[in-house]
């Protein structure tokens, strides 16, 4: 299975700390985005990081890239309540993105 | 510019019924993606279309799932003589472009079957 993985499966924390999710990938990428997805809903775009990129920055958002180790992590800063949802690392190598399960955060107010 | 639009919401059947599950792009995007989600579930690769074509269909179960995306009108993902298995939330999304860009998502239809 070409499916990544993150990690962890499910993490929650109080509102004003910082969230981090980690993700893992197999194939050959030319990015690495990161999806959010509130329960019930499609998932939204984060923030896209190119294989020749090590680190990008969006607002509270915080993503790093290592294609040695092939792993990315998303740092979320001063989380809100309302971050409360899953999110997901998807692999763009091929003609199709390929998804992980997802880290399930829940910030606590 | 609406976002891409998935219809119906929830869609109940019967074991043996037929599904028919409708996707419109987002308006200018010429490239849909199919994916199905189970509970607790990433997201499955399903297949991929542009106008009138399957790219890659990798994804999609050999015996009663079809899918297309005509010159006019949505893209219609089909399910066959369903069975319980086949309960799970089905998302599309669109793309402007092809390989490697971001996907805007629709809210998914949600099969229930009885």
């Not at chain 2, 028919?20 to 279309?49: A, D, I, N």
């Amino acid at each position: 299975s070409q499916q990544g993985e993150e990690d962890p499966q499910a993490l929650s924390i109080q509102e004003g700390e910082n969230a981090t999710m980690n993700c893992s990938y197999k194939t050959s990428i030319n990015n690495l985005q990161w999806y959010r997805q509130n329960s019930g809903r499609g998932l939204v775009h984060l923030i896209l990081i190119r294989s020749n990129e090590r680190e990008k920055h969006s607002g509270r958002l915080r993503v790093t890239l290592d294609t040695s180790k092939k792993s990315s992590s998303l740092l979320i800063t001063a989380s809100r309540a309302a971050d409360t949802a899953s999110y997901f690392c998807a692999e763009g190598g091929s003609e199709k993105l390929v998804f992980g399960k997802g880290t399930k955060l829940t910030v606590n107010p | 510019n609406a976002g891409v639009m998935q219809n119906p919401r929830h869609l109940v059947r019967r074991r043996g019924q037929e599904a028919r599950l409708r996707c419109s792009p987002m308006k200018g995007h010429s490239h849909v993606y199919w994916y199905r989600q189970l509970p607790e579930e990433g997201l499955k690769f399903m297949v991929y279309l542009q106008k009138e074509n399957i790219i890659d269909e990798s994804g999609m179960p050999k015996e009663r799932f079809s899918a297309e995306f005509p010159k006019e009108g949505p893209s219609i993902l089909r399910i066959q003589q369903v069975v319980r298995g086949d309960s799970a939330a089905y998302f599309c999304a669109s793309s402007h472009g092809k390989l490697y860009e971001k996907l805007f998502f629709g809210s998914g239809t949600q099969l229930s079957v009885l």
